[in-house]
């Protein structure tokens, strides 16, 4: 038995530099699975490269038949190869990452007629950087990757079009494209696909300076533009009007991050009662340097510096700022005197705000209503601490909660 286990070492060894040997020494980042077949370990056993490659032509290495067991594969910076090798035919093939990819014009590859199903275990599937990209080969003619959960694509300008996407998709980010339509879903059962617009298992859906793309998810077909389990949103660099931005927030009731950077046609933001089905929200960001309306409602807690953080971005252009229900805000920002083309500010049940900053010179209109009698009290003409804050504002309008009245002196 102990002879055994040396002769098994041994073997292991010399299987190793076979590989390493047929590699032309490569230094790769690899694994194998440690098993043997028919006694020695074999080149396909590898099941994990991520390999950077200068030459203009698939290295020997590539070669598929010997990488059959590969389960994850990244080529980065290989910015003279003009043709990928069949990766195809890596039928155990999950994570595919293919960045900074310079000469690259085409993928994908006709098939015969008998090949149906592309990637049919793929689960995460990444493009970065690939400018001369052009034609996705096969794109409307195969059923590809049925199980994809990950599909992130960015920087490949010249791309018009990716294939239909799986159901099973959780995360779908998109930047840099110049794509004319999103992907539709699909299902795939008993070889066939049957098409369901652009309702996935979406976690996370990221669009970012995509400016072909107009619509997510059709008017005619989907109630619901997005599904209702999409969790992190990030829109950006599209044309959105705010009819169409309503619609797509409509039922999302698990997104818990809502990230906005406004396209220069949006003038103002859905209003706080049009948000506030939105009961799992934890973090929202908003930017565009354009941006003229704003209603922010938070019911859990006070104005955090993230929501300071996005307001000072807009600080030079927003004119109507509408603070509703904010339950737990205590103070304003001091940073609100520098926005100096603020108009009006609207400020609703807040019982807790305790006192008023010095407030913009542009501003013209302050109205206030459920906030606490202390408050009141504090901007009182000529005798509240407040008022010289708030003394050059035309128009102001305080009232307190009903509840509140009686503490009123």
């Known amino acids: 038995m102990l002879g055994m286990m040396k002769t098994k070492q041994s073997e292991r060894k010399i299987g190793e530099e076979i590989i390493l040997k047929k590699l032309d020494g490569v230094p790769l980042i690899a694994k194998s699975i440690g098993g043997a077949l028919n006694g020695k370990l074999e080149p396909d056993h590898w099941m994990n490269i991520s390999r950077r490659y200068e030459g203009g032509r698939p290295a020997p290495w590539m070669d598929t038949q010997s990488l059959s067991w590969l389960e ?10 003009e043709k990928l090798p069949l990766l195809w035919k ?12 310079k000469a690259i014009r085409s993928l994908g590859h006709h098939f015969s007629g008998q090949v149906t199903m592309q990637f049919p275990v793929l689960e995460e599937l990444e493009f970065s950087d690939l400018p001369l990209w052009e034609e996705w080969n096969g794109a409307n003619d195969y059923i590809w990757f049925p199980h994809l959960k990950s599909f992130k694509i960015k920087k490949c300008s010249n791309l018009k079009k990716i294939p239909n996407l799986p159901l099973s998709i959780e995360k779908l980010h998109m930047q840099n494209l110049e794509l004319e339509a999103l992907p539709r879903s699909y299902k795939c059962s008993n070889g066939f696909r049957t098409f369901g617009g652009f309702q996935m298992s979406l976690k996370s859906l990221q669009i970012y300076n995509c400016p072909g ?6 008017m ?22 705010h009819k169409d931005l309503t619609c797509y927030l409509r039922d999302l009731t698990s997104l818990s991050n809502l990230f906005l950077y406004c396209s220069s046609g949006m003038e103002s933001l859905p209003s706080a009662n049009e948000l ?5 929200l934890q973090y929202l960001s908003i930017w565009d340097e354009k941006l003229k309306t704003l209603s922010i ?7 955090s510096s993230e929501i300071e953080e996005w307001l000072l971005q807009c600080q030079e252009s ?14 304003l920002p001091a940073s609100l005197e520098s926005f100096s083309s603020l108009k009006h500010l609207s400020i609703s049940y807040a019982l807790e705000l305790k006192s008023l900053p010095r407030m913009p010179a542009s501003l013209e209109r302050l109205t206030i209503s459920g906030c606490s009698a202390k408050l009141k009290k504090r901007c009182q003409k000529n005798i509240g601490l407040d008022w010289p804050n708030i003394n050059r504002i035309s128009h102001i309008n305080i009232e307190t909660d009903e509840e509140d009245k009686d503490e009123v002196c």
């Open 213 to 218: 793309i107009v619509q997510i998810g059709s």
């Open 72 to 81: 994850s594969l990244r080529l980065y910076a290989c910015t003279s190869l």
């Open 276 to 280: 506030e089905h939105l009961t799992a």
């Open 90 to 101: 890596l039928l155990c093939l999950k994570f595919l990452r293919l960045n900074h990819m």
């Open 318 to 331: 927003l004119e109507d700022l509408q603070l509703v229900r904010m339950t737990h805000l205590q103070l």
């Open 297 to 303: 409602q938070n019911k859990t807690a006070c104005l």
């Open 220 to 241: 005619e077909e989907d109630d619901n533009l997005l599904p209702s389990s999409l969790k992190e949103l990030i829109l950006g660099g599209i044309l959105v009007e």
